[in-house]
């Protein structure tokens, strides 16, 4: 039986926030991506089939195309293409939920009208010390994703007997993209109990990996051959590599969002390998560069993030940013990974 998330008075006060409640949203981190929008998706699910409300689903900005497909993506308001609406939204809604972000600052340019809606929140996430101000905060960073406490949520409450696949399908998805397709942060056997419970909604989990996982462009292909041919360096004797993509690199392969996505797990193919950082122009503002890292093991990518990159996670996955020319992110990489050589070298 899986272990309940939070307690029988929390769980009787979220009942009463959403029953009390009309306008109800459901918020997750820029750039979403497969936890994110599963999270949400599955939240809003969980709010209309079990308890009858409609919730409007808002992001900040754009999500990468291979999620497209997911059910009620159609639904999804993004915040940088209806500023003066969702603002208005936020400002009248009675009920916010925040899904797989720690920090109000990694919703970007939603973050004032976040923090200054009246509405109480509600944060469900699986990140570090979260500061997020809320009438009830699920943190568990030992979880391997948001879309696994969004489960155990629904099945505390007795709401995943009324669901089906418009429910399983996001949930699943953000659990299999947060992991790696269960490769890293999936050892709790609790993972595959839930993963076999949303099999009996009928979802069909290997087209689910395909659509995300063998959905993109020729492009995409050509970019993630160029990336390993041409981009990548390796520092064998520390077993790290780190690879940059210039906005020049991104117009050449014609780049839409979404299609760096996972280049940076390949280099961890490398016999020994421990560590891969990505260093990406953004496509629009200048001197700011997006950085992801990918480690085994009990290499700390969440450690090197905050330290240098002005980030965090988890130990084997993390992102940031820096805000300087990509010739000084790789100046940044390369100290960083000297710095951890000894944890590299173990």
Same mark, same amino acid.
């Given at each position: 039986?899986?272990?309940?998330?939070?307690?029988?008075?929390?769980?009787?006060?979220? $009942?009463?926030?959403?029953?009390?409640?009309?306008?109800?949203?459901?918020?997750?981190?820029?750039?979403?991506?497969?936890?994110?929008?599963?999270? /949400?998706? #599955?939240?809003?699910?969980?709010?209309?089939?079990? %308890?009858?409300?409609? +919730?409007?689903?808002?992001?900040?900005?754009?999500?990468?195309?291979?999620?497209?497909?997911?059910?009620?993506?159609?639904?999804?308001?993004?915040?940088?293409?209806?500023?003066?609406?969702?603002?208005?939204?936020?400002?009248?809604?009675?009920?916010?939920?925040?899904?797989?972000?720690?920090? /109000? /600052?990694?919703?970007?340019?939603?973050?004032?009208?976040?923090?200054?809606?009246?509405?109480?929140?509600?944060?469900?996430?699986?990140?570090?010390?979260? &500061?997020?101000?809320?009438?009830?905060?699920?943190?568990?960073? *030992?979880? @391997?994703?948001?879309?696994?406490?969004?489960?155990?949520?629904?099945?505390?409450?007795? +709401?995943?007997?009324?669901?089906?696949?418009?429910?399983?399908?996001?949930?699943?998805?953000?659990?299999?993209?947060?992991?790696?397709?269960?490769?890293?942060?999936?050892?709790?056997? &609790?993972?595959?109990?839930?993963?076999?419970?949303?099999?009996?909604?009928?979802?069909?989990?290997?087209?689910?990996?395909?659509?995300?996982?063998?959905? %993109?462009?020729?492009?995409?292909?050509?970019?993630?051959? %160029?990336?390993?041919?041409?981009?990548?360096?390796? &520092?064998?004797?520390?077993?790290? @590599?780190?690879?940059?993509?210039? $906005?020049?690199?991104?117009?050449? %392969?014609?780049?839409?969002?979404?299609?760096?996505?996972?280049?940076?797990?390949?280099?961890?193919?490398?016999?020994?390998?421990?560590?891969?950082?990505?260093? $990406?122009?953004?496509? *629009?503002?200048?001197?700011?560069?997006?950085?992801?890292? $990918?480690?085994? &093991?009990?290499?700390?990518?969440?450690?090197?993030?905050?330290?240098?990159?002005?980030? #965090?996670?988890?130990?084997?996955?993390?992102?940031?940013?820096?805000?300087? /020319?990509?010739?000084?992110?790789?100046?940044?990489?390369?100290?960083?990974?000297?710095?951890?050589?000894?944890?590299?070298?173990?």
């Amino acid at each position: 039986m899986l272990k309940d998330i939070i307690t029988t008075k929390q769980c009787e006060q979220l $009942r009463t926030l959403i029953q009390e409640s009309e306008n109800i949203i459901c918020v997750c981190h820029q750039n979403p991506d497969g936890d994110a929008l599963g999270a /949400s998706l #599955g939240w809003a699910e969980v709010l209309h089939t079990y %308890f009858n409300k409609q +919730a409007q689903i808002m992001v900040p900005d754009q999500y990468p195309d291979f999620l497209q497909w997911l059910p009620n993506t159609d639904k999804i308001i993004r915040y940088d293409k209806h500023k003066e609406g969702c603002d208005w939204t936020l400002q009248h809604a009675d009920l916010i939920f925040g899904l797989d972000f720690n920090t /109000s /600052s990694r919703i970007d340019q939603m973050q004032q009208s976040f923090d200054n809606s009246p509405a109480k929140k509600v944060l469900i996430d699986h990140h570090l010390n979260p &500061d997020v101000p809320a009438e009830i905060t699920i943190s568990h960073p *030992e979880a @391997s994703s948001t879309c696994e406490l969004v489960f155990r949520l629904t099945w505390q409450l007795g +709401a995943f007997e009324t669901l089906k696949k418009h429910f399983a399908i996001p949930i699943y998805c953000g659990m299999m993209t947060d992991t790696g397709s269960f490769t890293y942060n999936s050892d709790d056997c &609790d993972i595959y109990f839930i993963v076999s419970q949303l099999l009996t909604k009928h979802i069909n989990k290997d087209k689910i990996y395909r659509n995300v996982y063998h959905n %993109f462009s020729v492009d995409r292909i050509r970019l993630t051959g %160029f990336v390993l041919y041409e981009k990548l360096v390796v &520092d064998e004797a520390r077993h790290a @590599s780190y690879f940059t993509l210039t $906005r020049n690199d991104l117009k050449r %392969f014609h780049f839409v969002k979404g299609d760096a996505e996972g280049i940076v797990n390949m280099p961890l193919q490398i016999k020994g390998h421990k560590l891969s950082i990505s260093l $990406r122009e953004d496509t *629009e503002r200048d001197n700011l560069i997006w950085v992801s890292l $990918r480690s085994v &093991d009990q290499f700390p990518c969440n450690e090197m993030a905050a330290k240098f990159f002005n980030g #965090g996670g988890h130990l084997n996955a993390s992102g940031g940013r820096l805000y300087c /020319s990509i010739d000084e992110a790789i100046k940044i990489a390369e100290q960083a990974i000297q710095d951890f050589e000894e944890k590299l070298k173990s």
